[in-house]
């Protein structure tokens, strides 16, 4: 599977971005899409993820502004980010985790990235 993440850009702060990922397969499968993001020197680290069925979860850095979605019929999955502050300034990364018949069998699949920069 293959996740192409787009909608990055530069951006004042109190702005919003909407980056999109799409997947070259069905997303309508047992699996979580979810949107990653790393400064250098800095680990990855989960902004949000959604479940097959709709269940969200959020960094609490970004609960209340940021909202994940996800379209199976279109493969695809959204963030939407309002209120951006410079600290959301990032490369964002989509993520997708496939399910398989035990953890052990978890398929994970990354995006190439997509950078958002929030300007002061």
């Known amino acids: 599977v293959q996740l192409q993440a787009s909608g990055g850009g530069l951006v004042q702060a109190g702005g919003s971005l909407r980056l999109s990922c799409a997947a070259s397969a069905s997303i309508a499968v047992d699996n979580v899409m979810g949107w990653y993001r790393q400064v250098p020197g800095k680990e990855r680290e989960l902004v949000a993820q959604?479940?097959?069925?709709?269940?969200?979860n959020y960094a609490d850095s970004v609960k209340g502004r940021f909202a994940i979605s996800r379209d199976n019929a279109k493969n695809m999955v959204y963030l939407q980010m309002n209120s951006l502050k410079p600290e959301d300034t990032a490369v964002y990364y989509c993520n997708g985790i496939w399910r398989g018949l035990s953890a052990k069998y978890d398929r994970y699949y990354w995006g190439q990235g997509t950078l958002v920069t929030v300007s002061s």
């Open positions: 959604i479940t097959f069925g709709g269940s969200t």
